[in-house]
């Protein structure tokens, strides 16, 4: 049985922040398009309802208003959650409250690792997926000696660990690294160094702005024509502010790119239509984990946390987002992920048409094995 | 001689970036009187008592207080042994009613000024005290009046109260009768008078009447350096201090 | 050649870098020594007149059609006029207080300035290209010099000096420093002060709006940029003595350099490291490197 | 003797605190417990900080590091070491007040804006220091702090039990302001916030009473801090940022500077408003915060406490 | 600067000025008047308002009350640079050279109010040592010198109404007799001039009128007609 015969979603997200153009009001636009449509298509038995609050990017912040969510005004799912604190922090509420969180934009595999707990799904991206699609697609064509740009705290050496290993399982090099504080406004002293290092390509384990300037300032310096760089976690967002101009050639991996087939075409001008740019990865991951999450709770008739989990997790997701998805016991919700090449300024034909779909990277690889898992849940 | 000198000063000097604002002043203050130091303004006279109490380090010279070499001394060491001043632009606690200002005097003898964790109720015991002080100078019926809102020449009163509570020794008075108008001035002056009965008293001050009625001995500043020195009479006609600090000729 | 352990080359190279962006901090704690010299307004604002120096620039260009180089001198004109509003409306009342209420009323401003350009441009920022006269780069033999970053120090340079000569060497300068000492007096002698007060916060909030157009092109158009370096320049005129002219543009190019170093042996430290210069140069000069003692 | 001042203020005390208890005691049944929680939290540092800016006259802009220094001991000493939350707590407060005492020794003796600039030099190195050192996670934060059993007996997991301990907590630390600020001590504060130039000619050793309201303020902020890391079960590098410092003053100075209340009203209205207007106005908030700043400095330099305060006198008169 | 009307009538009048330092009241209702091309001065003990009631006529004082005419034109409620330019010349008592300033620059501080003022090398021949040091900061020179040069600074601006106070303060006789020459100078021009002494020797023979101030009221005026009989009344008064 529903409680109150109210579903209710809540969208906890960065509306004034650093990421609230990747995630932000994109991301509330995308959870209502997926109420809206669910109740449509699916016409079911109870009310659907959605409730939004910025986080600021400050875990106090959004564990104080999760507790208030979960406490006081029976939301039942704690959703989007960019930003690595954040997420980890509800997290932790969540599973004390016994409610669901659906992760759609914070990067870290803590959450699926250390961090892991059965109420929560981790959905579109994580920051081993990006590096180990980037880094490997990269090495393998040829840039065997890599340089590291990393912000400096724990984010920034997690991203840069996991792209290291796996350039030297595919026989490249790590030449060096250089740690910058966080949030940096000049790179162009650690770009020289990382030009000086003899490196083939620089791999930026940044974010946000600080990738954003890293970037810009690598093609002021004459440094990427010669030296490749390799954004190991870059959105479409970040490609649009920069420019094709300083972002041409850059390898990038991504969980979803409008113009991929039809599907996405459709639904992304659908989005478009409304937020006049197109949407991030983490906005159609978001729209994608609604639905599920809805779905599961019209399938089980019941918003009971462990039912829902169960039938979430034996159902496979199948929609314009992902192909064959499947949510395994870390919570790790596992897809297929694309590894992307930003068109140069001539290529581009249309406002938003910025890459080039270089390979898709399977969901058995995109993904830490579970193998690898250092999550509690399991059993090894 | 055998006068008993409370304070004196060999060759105190002062200078800020070369300009010599206190020259090679040589005082001597006897225990007891009340001295006066007049002279133009920016003679130094300030800037003998800012010496005097260690608001500025002397550029050379010592400085003796009860037979004691104090020139290398901080501002609280001074204060602690007896030589308190009060300033010359008011210096009251403005946000202090008239008795708590008084009672920050009183409460400088006692041990428990950094008991952050009782009540302040103990201070009432002193309330007496600076009840008393307050009528020596006669505020009592501003004892419960915030300090900002009492009269200019109350307040200078106020302050030689507080000065008074730590029952000083030597008390240094700068321009007690400053921006008063008659009344007060001749009340201020009767509240000298009283309160110099078992005290020495150095004070600055450019009424003259005032000086006359006061003092003693009187040092004659000028341009930082001692002109002349003696008593009312024969300073008041010593023709150098006509012609430099009264302007006229005799 | 090695220096430190470091090739001689790369040596060149960082120290030339640590001077560009010295000579930002050059330009935006010269006008904070301005405008605290003759205002005693601690100007927290500086940081999101710096921002709207590089927006108005990137609107300009968006919007307009108007190119950097009217940018670079209409910009900064325009960020002065609103800057002659907020002291003729507001920091003219504040004069006769504390320190304090400056500081937080332009705090307040610098925070509206900031949330109010989130608000509309969202926060990953806006590209600004360079000029085409100004694209490329030059090979120094010991580094690749982007002409643009050149550009920037010999404009910052040239304005400082501007600054310099005018303020020390000219009879409105004289004018300037006679009104930081005796503002009263210099009025009795007919200058009109307030007015002067209004044209020298305007001057100084111009000059972070020129800084701004310069950063433009190098680093991405954001309304937070101002808020990320005001610390640090406040770190840097305070080291070099509050409103001391010559000391803010010395030190802004000191410690530029300073941090470029530091970004080299130790980069996690090269955030901070002004920080701890700010505390010791404290200790020992509790009035700044060149600021007089009170 | 007594003079009327004092019956008056003993019994304005009494008041005051028989108010704060009964509002503190029914809140949670009217109002969400967990945001009461912060309330008190962030209105114990305003009143610590307080001590400093409105007692002594010296703004730190660097006390977010005795805040969230002190928050990640606690979350450390209670979820790495397994401390009972009271031992935690007083190691918070220990430590807030220690490096209060190192802040101090560096920036006491220099005042106004030199003051200001050293605290947040100081507290920029302590930041520095959190986002590197390992323990505190960085930047994703010290998670799942546990709030642990209380002497071994009340399980403070239950809202409410941890409510009502953060009250006492709370109102422990604001007796204890209470109480120095009507101290003998806090009376020579008082007066050297006043005249710190006559206080020292009567013989009164101001560095030495500014130092140590500067380290019961940064103890008070640690104990914050560290209350605040328990209810919230979370450090993170936004308590030790120099935005935490500013809010603090904005709270202060919104309240009212100098006044004993003003800080708790002042953290009730940025705290609700932030509860409130973060759904409704989204990034607005930031402009609503720089716009108050600006009102406040115009026009209620009072603060609220303040002006209702002079709105009264006025009327008594 | 020469007005049709009135042409040798009053530069100024006073009326009951009132003037407040924070809360010490200092003036209270001070009466004078000065025709033009006249020298009066204001005598009086230290501390009895005469350097304030400069003060208060320029607007420099916190608070003050009461009429000041200049030239027939009501300035009580003029902003002091507007005074200063309406013909205005202060030299004040504490001398105001500034520090971060070289002589010279010092001397062109003052904007020039009308024609007719001295120009550069006229003030260096009345004041030698002025162009001998006109590198150095102001602050560097002597007593008299800054005196010298708080006095040249607003001859150069063309003000033909000086108010000038204490310039004799501190100054060797020499100095004070050039001081004396340079007034009688001033004076053959026709300045109007009103002058704040201590040095009533210095005072007597310039002047054409005297106000003695105490406490802040005007308590006698003595035209110079009437000097020499009133001598010794005056000496008690200035406390003699
Ligand atoms: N801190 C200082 N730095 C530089 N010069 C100073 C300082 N303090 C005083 N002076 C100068 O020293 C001289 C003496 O000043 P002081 O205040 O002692 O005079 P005074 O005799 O008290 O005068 P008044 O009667 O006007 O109070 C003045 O010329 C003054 O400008
Ligand atoms: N800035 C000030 N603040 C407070 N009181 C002041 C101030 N300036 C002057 N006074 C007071 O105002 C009164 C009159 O001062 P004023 O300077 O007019 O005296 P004066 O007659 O020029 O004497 P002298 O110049 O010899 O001191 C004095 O009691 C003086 O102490
Ligand atoms: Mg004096
Ligand atoms: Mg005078």
Redesign the pocket.
Known sequence: QVSDGVVKIGVLTDLSGTYSDLAGKGAVLATKMAIDDFVAAEKPGFKVELVSADHQNKGDIAANKAREWFERDKVDVASELVTTSVALAVQKIAKDKNKIVLMSGPGSTAITNESCNDVSVHWTYDTYALANGTAKAVTQAGGKKWFFLTADYAFGHALEKDASDVVKANGGEVMGAVRHPFPGNDFSSYLLKAQSSGAQVIGLANAGGDTINSIKQAAEFGITPKQSLAGLLVFITDVHSLGLKNTQNMYLTEGFYWDLNNETRAWSKRFFDQHKRMPTMVQAGQYSSTMHYLKAVKATGTDDTAKVMTQMKKTPINDFFAKNGKIRDDGRMVHDMYLLQVKKPAESKTPWDYYHVKATIPAAEAFQPLSASRCALIKK | MNKDIILQTRGLT?E??G?K??SDVNLEVERGSIHA?I????????????LLTKV?AASSGQIQFKGQDITRESQVQVARRGMIRSF?ISATFAHLTALENVRVGLQRKRTDSFNFWSSQKRLDALNGRAMELLEAVDLAQFADIVTVEMPYGRKRALEIATTLALDPELMLL??PTQGMGHEDVGRVVELIQKISANRTILM?E?NLSVVETLCDRITV?QR?AVLAEGDYATVSNDPRVLEAYVGVDA | MEIFGIPSQAFFGQLLLGLINGSFYAVLSLGLAIIFGLLNIINFAHGAQYMLGAFGAWLGLNYLGINYWLALVLSPLLVGALAVVIERSMLKRLYQLDHLYGLLLTFGLALMAEGLFKNFFGVSGESYEAPELLQGGMQLGFMYLPIYRGWVVVAALTVCLVAWYVIERTSLGATLRAATQRPDLVQALGINVPVLVTATYAAGAALAAFAGVLAAPIMQVNPVMGSNLIIVVFAVVVIGGMGSILGSIVTGLGLGVIEGLTKVFYPEASAVVIFLIMVLVLLVKPAGLFGKQA | MTTPTHSHSSRQTVLLFAGLILVGLIAPFLVYPTLLMKLLCFALFACAFNLMLGFSGLLSFGHAAFFGGSAYITGYLCRDLGATPEIGLLAGTLFGGLLGAVFGLVAIRRAGIYFAMITLGLAQIVYFLALQMGFTGGEDGMQGIPRGQLFGLIDLSDNLAMYYFVLAVFLLGFALIHRTIHSPFGQILKAIRDNEARATSLGYDVARFKLIAFVLSAALTGLAGSTKSLVFQLASLGDVHWHTSGQVVLMTLLGGLGTLLGPVVGAMTIIGLENQLADKVGSWVTVIMGGMFVVCVLAFRRGIVGEIKAMLQGKGR | MSSAFNPNGEMLRVTGLHAFYGESHILHGIDLHVNRGELVTLLGR?GSGRSTTLKAMLGLVGRRSGSVMFNGTEINQTAPHRIARLGLGYCPE?RGIFAGLSTEENLLLPPVVASGGMTLEEIYELFPNLKERRNSPGTRLS?GEQQMLAMARILRTGAKVLLLDEITEGLAPVIVKKLGEVIRLLKSRGYTIVLVEQNFRFAAPLADRHYVLEHGHVVMTVPKEELAARTGELHQLLGV
């Open positions: 002062k800020f970036l300009f604002a206190v130091l002279g133009p303004n920016g003679a130094g006279k300030t800037t003998v008592f800012n500025h010359q700068d321009e600055v450019h500043l930082g | 230290n504490e007593g």
